[in-house]
């Protein structure tokens, strides 16, 4: 089996590059510091040279603003951005609403929603979690009620990435209280702008702002707006679900952290010997190392599957899965390979990599939660995989 990438995706491996080193400024921190938090402005300048360049949404049907290139270039792109902490994206427009209102919106809503997004003009978030609804996505009890022409919405939602600069939010509400949990939910496109909607930060616990929870208070929005049939959102959100679940940017992510360790334990003596030569050290980066590939492969085996016109389930969350349990390998192994000083953060004079590997671990707890936890993931391949029954 042939696992090299053609000539003309190597190219365009390459013009990425280019661009980041032409656009980061020599200083750059990147991610682990959210530059999004830091610094919108900049974020946005980099999305609208982007989109100018077409790379934002090339995978994208030429209609609405794409380039109709491959799922496996587009992971190209968005594993360069990540590895070089790169700002700009909206992976929540891009990867996730885009491909979804392209199965299931009406064609009135994609020319309203899709072209902003290719342009790099707005700003998505996510409406799924609640206080009260963890794992189990379908007990929701955001609220809607149809009113006339518009829907009025009360509720909550909880751990909503980039909701405090979002110009749109994808919501799932309950519109059949009387229906089964997964029968009686909608999937409506609603405006940040619109009166009754107030978006409270939360801090986590490595001191970044991409939380949020948002309180919707009589929240009224055009019936127009719902994509799919009403009280059947639930399949909607579940592909959304497979177009999530299927990044790169877990393996990009780690190799980058993994290759700033390894730099570490190159310069670092112990006992006048540098770290690298430790057997412990070399084995535990090469096992790391080992996983990172296997994410990788598992991811770009995803997009290869989108980029035949399928829509990966299992083996969406099959990469989900192992690539965030990958990330959350590499930053344990990284602080086992700094030792104490790990503990220290990003303004104290002897941290190690400023930091980073300390937020990195922290932050990485999160990546097993978030667009559904291991063990949900687990039941998805067990369930739809390989045919088992539920427990």
Same mark, same amino acid.
């Given at each position: 089996?042939?696992?090299?990438?053609t000539?003309?995706?190597e190219?365009?491996?390459?013009?990425?590059r280019?661009?980041?080193?032409?656009?980061?400024?020599?200083?750059?921190?990147?991610?682990?510091?959210?530059?999004?938090?830091?610094?919108?402005?900049?974020?946005?300048?980099?999305?609208?040279?982007?989109a100018e360049?077409?790379w934002?949404?090339?995978?994208?049907?030429?209609?609405?603003g794409g380039?109709?290139?491959?799922?496996?270039?587009?992971a190209?792109?968005?594993?360069?951005?990540?590895?070089?902490?790169?700002?700009?994206?909206?992976?929540?427009?891009?990867?996730?609403?885009?491909?979804?209102l392209?199965?299931?919106?009406?064609?009135?809503?994609?020319?309203?929603?899709?072209?902003?997004?290719?342009?790099g003009?707005?700003q998505?978030?996510?409406?799924?979690?609640?206080p009260?609804?963890?794992?189990?996505?379908?007990?929701?009890?955001?609220?809607?009620?149809?009113?006339?022409?518009e829907?009025?919405?009360?509720?909550?939602?909880i751990?909503?990435s980039?909701?405090?600069h979002?110009?749109?939010?994808?919501?799932?509400?309950?519109?059949?209280?009387?229906?089964?949990?997964?029968?009686?939910?909608?999937?409506?496109?609603?405006d940040?702008?619109?009166?009754?909607i107030?978006v409270?930060?939360?801090? #986590?616990?490595?001191?970044?702002?991409?939380?949020?929870?948002?309180?919707?208070?009589?929240v009224?929005?055009?019936?127009?707006?719902?994509?799919?049939?009403?009280?059947?959102?639930?399949?909607?959100?579940?592909?959304?679900?497979d177009?999530?679940?299927?990044?790169?940017?877990?393996?990009?992510?780690?190799?980058?952290?993994?290759d700033e360790i390894?730099?570490?334990?190159?310069?670092?003596t112990? #006992?006048?010997?540098?770290?690298?030569?430790?057997?412990?050290?070399?084995?535990?980066?090469?096992?790391?190392?080992?996983d990172?590939?296997?994410?990788?492969?598992?991811a770009?085996n995803?997009?290869?599957?989108?980029?035949?016109?399928?829509?990966? #389930?299992?083996?969406?969350?099959?990469?989900?899965?192992?690539?965030?349990?990958?990330?959350?390998?590499?930053?344990?192994?990284?602080?086992?390979?700094?030792?104490?000083?790990g503990?220290?953060?990003?303004?104290?004079?002897?941290?190690?990599?400023?930091?980073?590997?300390?937020?990195?671990?922290?932050?990485?707890?999160?990546?097993?939660?978030?667009?559904?936890? /291991?063990?949900?993931?687990? #039941?998805?391949?067990? /369930?739809?995989?390989?045919?088992?029954?539920?427990?």
């Amino acid at each position: 089996m042939d696992f090299q990438f053609t000539a003309e995706d190597e190219a365009f491996r390459q013009d990425v590059r280019e661009f980041i080193r032409q656009e980061l400024p020599a200083d750059w921190e990147g991610g682990g510091r959210y530059p999004e938090e830091d610094d919108w402005d900049f974020t946005l300048v980099l999305r609208k040279k982007m989109a100018e360049k077409g790379w934002l949404t090339m995978h994208w049907p030429e209609e609405y603003g794409g380039q109709d290139a491959s799922a496996v270039r587009s992971a190209i792109f968005s594993e360069e951005l990540t590895y070089h902490r790169t700002p700009g994206r909206d992976i929540f427009g891009v990867r996730m609403l885009g491909p979804t209102l392209m199965i299931h919106g009406s064609e009135e809503q994609k020319l309203a929603h899709l072209p902003p997004v290719a342009r790099g003009e707005i700003q998505w978030c996510q409406g799924y979690s609640e206080p009260e609804s963890g794992s189990d996505l379908a007990s929701l009890s955001t609220r809607a009620v149809l009113d006339g022409d518009e829907y009025v919405i009360n509720g909550s939602k909880i751990w909503t990435s980039m909701a405090h600069h979002a110009d749109w939010i994808m919501l799932l509400t309950r519109t059949d209280p009387e229906a089964p949990k997964h029968r009686g939910i909608t999937f409506i496109l609603v405006d940040m702008k619109t009166p009754g909607i107030e978006v409270r930060p939360i801090i #986590n616990m490595s001191g970044r702002h991409e939380f949020n929870q948002i309180m919707l208070d009589n929240v009224r929005v055009p019936r127009a707006n719902v994509v799919g049939e009403e009280n059947r959102g639930w399949y909607v959100a579940v592909t959304l679900l497979d177009f999530e679940r299927s990044g790169i940017d877990y393996s990009a992510s780690a190799r980058r952290l993994l290759d700033e360790i390894k730099d570490y334990a190159t310069e670092t003596t112990q #006992n006048g010997k540098p770290l690298i030569e430790l057997p412990w050290v070399r084995s535990l980066l090469a096992d790391r190392y080992i996983d990172c590939e296997v994410a990788r492969l598992m991811a770009y085996n995803v997009a290869y599957m989108q980029g035949e016109g399928l829509v990966p #389930n299992k083996e969406a969350s099959m990469s989900k899965v192992f690539g965030s349990e990958t990330v959350q390998r590499v930053t344990a192994a990284g602080m086992e390979i700094v030792g104490m000083y790990g503990i220290l953060g990003r303004d104290e004079k002897w941290a190690p990599l400023k930091g980073r590997v300390q937020e990195a671990w922290m932050s990485a707890f999160s990546g097993t939660i978030a667009a559904g936890t /291991s063990e949900i993931q687990r #039941n998805i391949i067990a /369930s739809r995989g390989l045919g088992l029954p539920r427990g």
